[in-house]
């Protein structure tokens, strides 16, 4: 049985080999069992950096080495490492290695290597993940949805921006009306909760929506609506935290869920349909992570 490790590894071993060459995403993709926005995503989560960041310095750590250790022309080599024009690779070469391709020949010069990035196990154990495994039947979500990036690790940044504005123009309010639920009756779970990645969109990128649980009481007229297939799912539950510390808990919560939880376990995510749930009012909140999952085979 082949590893989360081991594919992971692989999709690396590919871009590693192809550093002078177009990297085929849909390539990468197919490696690891994930779609290409899905592999940038936990990438970035994993890595700390966008892929396409991990690319450009690993393109350029090897372009130094081959200016100190051949007679290449720094034309040929800007071509070869996918760039324009040799200005174009010039730029980029400066701003990584602090110096330019012409002097980078010459002897005692320093330059920055950006090694290979490879996925090990790191056996950590010091704080436990809250998780439970449930099978649901089919429901369907409402809300206001939009399409994000990938690229340059974007979504981090625009995701909290999209629940602020959304927030602060009123239409979360809205939503929340939508419901009809009277808000005198008491519950943890809020009524406005995020999900992602519930339709094919175009290379790179993926839609995420805020969403209301759609009952008989709702109004759904003038929203997207989603059906949230029948599945089991895997909820991972995050410590109290502050309003505040929303964005940065759930993010940190999802990147454990991949580096620490998913590679270890008996189950494989399945891709598309995962959510982010808010529990909580006042300063006692806490939120939930849930991802589509299957027994390893």
């Known amino acids: 049985m082949v590893t989360w490790f081991e594919r992971m590894n692989k999709a690396i071993d590919y871009i590693e080999n192809n550093l002078d060459q177009e990297i085929n995403m849909e390539e990468v993709a197919e490696i ?3 779609s290409i926005s899905n592999f940038q995503r936990i990438f970035s989560i994993i890595a700390d950096m966008p892929l396409s960041e991990y690319i450009r310095k690993r ?18 080599l800007s071509l070869k490492y996918g760039y324009e024009s040799p200005e ?4 980029a070469f400066q701003v990584i290695h602090g110096t330019t391709p012409s ?3 010459n002897e005692g010069i320093s330059l920055k290597a950006f090694p290979r990035i490879s996925f090990l196990l790191t056996i950590k154990g010091v704080t436990p993940m809250d998780y439970k495994i449930e099978t649901k039947e089919a429901f369907l979500v409402y809300g206001i949805e939009d399409v994000f990036t990938t690229e340059n690790s974007e979504h981090l940044k625009a995701l909290p921006q999209f629940w602020m504005d959304i927030y602060e123009d009123g239409r979360y309010k809205k939503l929340e009306d939508s419901t009809n639920i009277d808000p005198s009756i008491k519950s943890e779970l809020c009524l406005i909760n995020g999900i992602c990645d519930y339709r094919d969109t175009e290379k790179n990128t993926f839609p995420y929506m805020l969403f209301a649980f759609q009952t008989d009481k709702s109004n759904t007229e003038g929203y997207s609506v989603v059906e949230v297939p029948a599945t089991t799912w895997a909820i991972f539950r995050s410590e109290i935290h502050t ?11 999802i990147k454990r869920v991949y580096t620490e939880w998913l590679p270890t376990s008996s189950y494989e995510k399945i891709n598309g349909f995962e959510l982010e749930l808010y529990y909580g009012k006042d300063e006692k909140n806490f939120c939930e992570v849930w991802i589509r999952v299957a027994p390893k085979k």
């Open 103 to 105: 002097s980078a020949r």
């Open 243 to 253: 309003k505040k510390e929303t964005s940065g808990v759930i993010q940190n919560l």
């Open 59 to 76: 393109k350029l750590t090897q372009a130094a080495f081959e200016l100190q250790n051949s007679s290449i022309k720094i034309v040929d």
């Open 88 to 91: 174009a690779f010039a730029r």
């Open 32 to 34: 690891t069992y994930y």
